[in-house]
């Protein structure tokens, strides 16, 4: 009993005076409350709930209060001294009452609202059998029923938690300096020992950060208030000062005078809020395990410049970074702004009605565990009051939401219940706000064939009217309004209508949505989005076969049409055979039947005799949108075409398919033959990429069907495949010949190549040597019987030598063996050979040549030096010594001097001659192998060829 005592009067003793009675918006409790009662019931509920009961304590607190001020200031009111009897007899009465209300129920429902229209927001308060408010649950140790029915335990969310806490508090005051918050300000300013007072008996520090815009900004201004709190500086802004937190009411003030000491145009910037509270998280340093609350005071939404960093706008992307940055920081924020619909805007700026429309804040306050309070209250001491008793009081309940699946249903009961603490009961009245729904068109998603659809927005169960001035509709990226578009209308009290000013685009997806309403209360309405698509065009056709105007050369073709229509597509009850009709030489025929395989049209079972000319018509084929306001798009479509069966016959003369023509000239000669007769000036001869007429040169027609081509000479080139196709040939009813004539000649206009490739040099020293020859012509081919080989005065034809055939050449290889003939050459001869050769072109006489050739025989040379001896003096006479040696016009040798001693002097290279006054090549000019001059004596030499020692000897030098 008496732990249970103490406690409690620790719990009256740790708690700051609840607050006075908030102004609201002068709206009834009911169906719906706003926000701004979320934080104002809260704090008005945990009155009821300090040590069980916080009504009964309330008085005793304050009175408390009272009494501790004016013992420890040793102060008389009215005269009279305060007895200590009286503070012992206070403390008895509140152990007595913790008592007796110490067994009382342990779980309440402080508070329960709508918040948006399916969204129920509940606050739960639970108790220890002492009255201590428990901390640390979650959502797990919740159940909650309506109406006897367990809520979806995945539709609950918990909102406000109570993690444990200390009392520790470092709070951070962020204030709009800008010129529309003069009065608040100083509003503020005058409460400050009313907001210290509430937080008596937390071990608190407070921060002032000030802002207009941010520092990127011309002007910018954000800055923590430093002062000093003695000294000179004494409550000025210095910016090196050393004190920033505040942890009394005179450093309070202090810091608050100091923030005044900053002058910049409050008019020109944005208000930067979140970026102040970003910057207070870098700048401040917290106590650890200290509560962080931050206090912004403003009456704008978040507008920040694109110069600003972090840039946290008033976009929900801004908000839930803000969100995220706090939680991550434990820090609790308290906004202090307008309401919904009461931020500031200007038409005369050009400002859009939306941007008075800001939820931001009551969200960022509900998201970090924090209490969202009315900027413009009457009375800002219980404003202030109830913003200290937010943070100082320790009656800690829990926010809970939840999705309700009863509407319009009156009063619902609502139990919650925590294990193991028990249940808590309440009631409420059951919102059943106006329910749009889309009437035209419907259904969403389909396809209309009006150009100026219209769209309509029926509100149902309207309990209060919908606020027309709240209304956005957002039709593809444009959002219209009441104040601004003139294609919205309100009928019949409940339907919203759109008529566009101007047509829809064919093919156009129409995306529209009712982004924002609200009922005459504020209560936003739900959403509702739907699409249709535009089909302002009939069907279109393609593909027609036979195609229009064309001539067709069989008497059953295929009779078909494509008929395609987007993005209605084609109603196929409109494809019936009274809808279409064929005419052959102006007679309407019957007797046919239709298929429709969805893309294409067949006429079936009907057929044509030549010269036939045939009209088909598509009468009023009509689309197939979704929807009847308007009616579907049609459209008709006629072709013809003409029957020809029989065209003209060509006949290839010359040169005839893959032949080989050795004429300069070569003509191309066609038969065309129709018995109607050939049209001239219908043929097209294509020649070499080239298409010719009879207005061409070089082709003419003549007899009724010759047709010739003749080009002048060198109009072919050698090697040449001439490609001709015959493209047209019509007869007088413009049948052309089947399919064109197609065919290539070569033209070969050079004779056959020789190559000696048997003696391979010039000169040899075989005095019987075997002669070989590869003749051959790429072309045409060679012909061997026109092979006539002269040796010398001697000829051989075709059969006198050897012939090898090669079909890769084609040509060959010609063999002769002189030793077979009795043939021997004799040293330095000359042997002139003679081929002739032609080839074998199908047209005109074959390309003949002959090929003439010589090589020698190498003449017979001795071991020899000359002269010798020699004298190497330069006069120009016998300078050198000249060395002769066998095969020296064929093959090199290696000459090396030796002094009688046998020592090596000079070694060099002796190459092949051509003929005999070509001395240096074989010689030597008296030096060593260093270029020094050798003196006079006789020297060895030998000659050697393939390391053989072809000569040797001596030779004299002499000078």
Known sequence: MRKMKIDCWLMIIDHSPPPRKQTTDGKKRGKKTKPLQIANKNNRNRKKNSCADLKLYYFLFKAMRKIDFLLNAKTIMSGIKIKKFKLIFLLILALILCFVNSFAQTVSVNDIYTEPCDTVYIEVCVQDTLGRFIHNLGLEDFRIQEIGELIDPSTIRLIGDCPGESSMVDIVLLLDMSTSMNDETMELEANIPVFVAGLAGMDYRIALIRFCGCPAEPDGDREIIRTEYTGIWACRYRITGSEWWATTLSEFNCLFSASWDITVDPDAREEDHFGAMVYAIENLVFRPYAKKVFILFTDERPQVDAVCDPYLDYTDEAL?????????????????????????YSISDGDSPDRRFYLGYYEAAERTGGAWFHLYSADYSALVDSIAFEIAVDTCCYLLSYVTPNFCAGEIDVQASVTPYGTGETTYEAFCPPIPEVIMPIPCGGITSCKYQEIQIE????????????????????????HTASELAWLDDSVLEFTPANPWNHNQTVNFSLIRALDEDGCPINTVSCSFIVDTLPPEYSNEYPFDNSIVYENDPPLSIDISDSPAGVDSLSLIPGNTSIWVNRVLQTGYTLTWNGTTLEFIGISFDDADSVTVCIDSIWDDPDYDYCPPNWSSYCWSFFIATDGPVPEIVRPLPNTYSACIAQDIIMYIVDIEGVVP???????EGITYTVDSAYLTFSDDSVLTFQPPAGFWSNGQVVNVTLLHAEDVYRNDISAPVTWSFIMDLTAPVAVFQEPGEIMTSDYSPHIIIEVFDSLSGLDPGSLVFQLNEFSYYYGDFDWEYSYDSAGGILVFDPVL?????????????TIYSCDT?????????????QFFIEPKAECMV??????????????????????????????????LRNVEVWRGTLYPISHYQEVLERSWNGRDKD???????????????????VCNGTVILAR
């Open 320 to 344: 839930d970074s803000i969100v995220t940055i706090l939680n991550a920081n434990d820090i609790e924020l308290m906004p202090v702004t307008p309401h919904d619909g009461e931020f500031f």
């Open 459 to 482: 509100f149902h169960q309207i309990m209060t009217d919908v606020d027309t001035s709240s209304i956005i509709l957002r039709v593809d990226a444009t959002n219209y309004t009441f």
């Open 681 to 687: 000036s219908t043929i097209e001869l294509l020649v």
């Open 821 to 833: 003939e009795g043939i021997n050459f004799a040293p330095g001869d000359t042997v002139t050979i």
């Open 841 to 853: 072109p199908d047209y005109c006489p074959p390309n003949c040549d002959d090929s003439i050739w």
């Open 866 to 899: 000359h002269p010798n001896p020699f004298s190497p003096n330069e006069d120009d006479i016998n300078d050198i010594a000249v060395f002769d040696y066998p095969r020296m016009f064929s093959e090199k040798a290696e000459l090396i001097v030796y002094t």
């Open 931 to 949: 270029g020094k001059a050798l003196p006079e004596g006789i020297y060895l030499y030998i000659i050697e060829r393939d390391d053989k020692v």
